[in-house]
């Protein structure tokens, strides 16, 4: 019946607070508790079911060592300031997996990592566009990223 009741309570003291202590008033902010309360919980999410937890733990590893080493990589390009060619760019990244979390969790990822970042989903062509800071082979990035997080993300949540 009161799937938040510590929301509920809440408005209906936050309701109370704001325009006074009476029994309408009381009425009214329970009302708006109870609405806001069911209204939510029509929002909120199916809980992501792992086939595979124990792999998180290798993917957070593989995924903090990127991180740091691209955060090196990225810092050297700017602090070097070397004269070379634009090399960013954008690649259409093809993705297996449908899953929502999987897909939530692999734009964490390549979104975290600096120098690359999530941009956009089609669902309908199952690709990803990426923009990437420091593009020099689209097939390597593309090649790198199915086979370091999505094929792990597939075992893990598929």
């Known amino acids: 019946?009161?799937?938040?009741?510590?929301?509920?309570?809440?408005?209906?003291?936050?309701?109370?607070?704001?325009?006074?202590?009476?029994?309408?008033?009381?009425?009214?902010?329970?009302?708006?508790?109870?609405?806001?309360?069911?209204?939510?919980?029509?929002?909120?999410?199916?809980?992501?079911?792992?086939?595979?937890?124990?792999?998180l733990p290798k993917l957070a590893a593989i995924v903090i060592v990127d991180i740091i080493r691209s955060n090196f990589s990225v810092a050297r390009l700017i602090v070097m300031g070397q004269k070379r060619p634009d090399s960013s760019g954008f690649i259409l990244l093809p993705v297996q997996t449908e899953n929502p979390f999987a897909l939530a969790v692999l734009a964490v990822i390549l979104t975290s990592t600096p120098g690359s970042a999530w941009l956009e989903y089609d669902s309908r062509n199952k690709t990803v566009l990426l923009h990437v800071l420091d593009l020099i082979d689209r097939d390597e990035w593309v090649a790198m990223i199915k086979n370091r997080y999505e094929v792990l993300l597939l075992e893990i949540f598929e």
């Open 1 to 55: 019946m009161l799937p938040f009741p510590i929301l509920t309570f809440c408005l209906m003291i936050m309701w109370m607070l704001l325009n006074g202590f009476t029994l309408g008033h009381l009425i009214l902010g329970s009302l708006v508790g109870f609405v806001a309360g069911w209204a939510l919980a029509s929002l909120r999410p199916e809980k992501p079911r792992l086939k595979k937890w124990y792999l």
